[in-house]
């Protein structure tokens, strides 16, 4: 299996980016409550995600699916469709953490 080894990778991904969804999205809620964070979505269509959400972990969940469809199946397409969307998520989560210090 020529992906055997690009999975347990992307699935340690995921959960960083999970850990990550669960502090973002907990700080989310604090800054709605406070009358901030009024946006409809975090991701579009067009940065290849169908979630639409103002909170993470949906679109970790998407992820998450996306991953377990490429066990399945070895796609390429759908790899590099899912390493591209891991790599925006980490790279936004990281972004957040850093401006809501």
């Known amino acids: 299996m020529p992906y055997g080894n ?3 990778q992307l699935m ?7 850990r990550q ?3 973002a999205d907990a700080k989310l809620d604090q800054l709605q409550q406070a009358g901030h964070a009024k946006f409809s979505k975090i991701f579009t269509v067009e940065q290849g995600f169908n979630t639409q959400s103002t909170r993470f972990l949906p679109y970790v969940k998407e992820l998450a699916e996306a991953v377990a469809k490429l066990e399945q199946a070895e796609d ?4 590099e469709s899912i390493v591209k969307r891991l790599g925006l998520i980490l790279m936004t989560l ?6 809501s210090r």
């Open 21 to 23: 969804a669960v502090d």
């Open 76 to 79: 390429q397409a759908l790899l």
């Open 6 to 8: 690009v999975i347990p």
């Open 94 to 99: 990281a972004q957040f953490k850093e401006q």
């Open 12 to 18: 340690t991904n995921l959960q960083t980016a999970y």
